[in-house]
């Protein structure tokens, strides 16, 4: 199990209030959501949702840990955008070679427009 991803779906499944929403937007199985909450329950030890056959419902474990993962998965997204940008952001001196007849009539152009 993934904890992260595991910690996504169960964000997602206490937001929508519902495994079955969950499990359509992502294109997977219904029991491949409530296989990986509860595998997630299991690792902490503690139930995170009441279900029942018309209603889902967070714990008290289950509102803390909400707010946790929430935080924690906030923090990594702007981990990876802050490396992504960095990656993405030119840095350093471009050395460009140019004909001298290049440079002479960009002068020439400059100082016209300038009026000079």
Avoid: W
């Amino acid at each position: 199990m993934d904890r992260l991803d595991a910690m996504h779906l169960f964000v997602r499944v206490a937001e929508l209030g519902s495994f079955s929403a969950v499990a359509q937007q992502l294109g997977v199985a219904r029991s491949v959501v409530t296989r990986q909450i509860a595998a997630l329950e299991a690792h902490l030890g503690a139930k995170l949702m009441a279900r029942s056959t018309r209603r889902l419902a967070l714990t008290s474990a289950g509102t803390a840990y909400l707010e946790k993962c929430r935080v924690i998965l906030n923090l990594v997204e702007a981990a990876e955008t802050g490396v992504a940008e960095a990656q993405q952001t030119p840095r350093g001196s471009i050395r460009v070679s140019v004909p001298l007849s290049f440079g002479l009539n960009l002068k020439i152009s400059v100082d016209h427009v300038r009026g000079a």
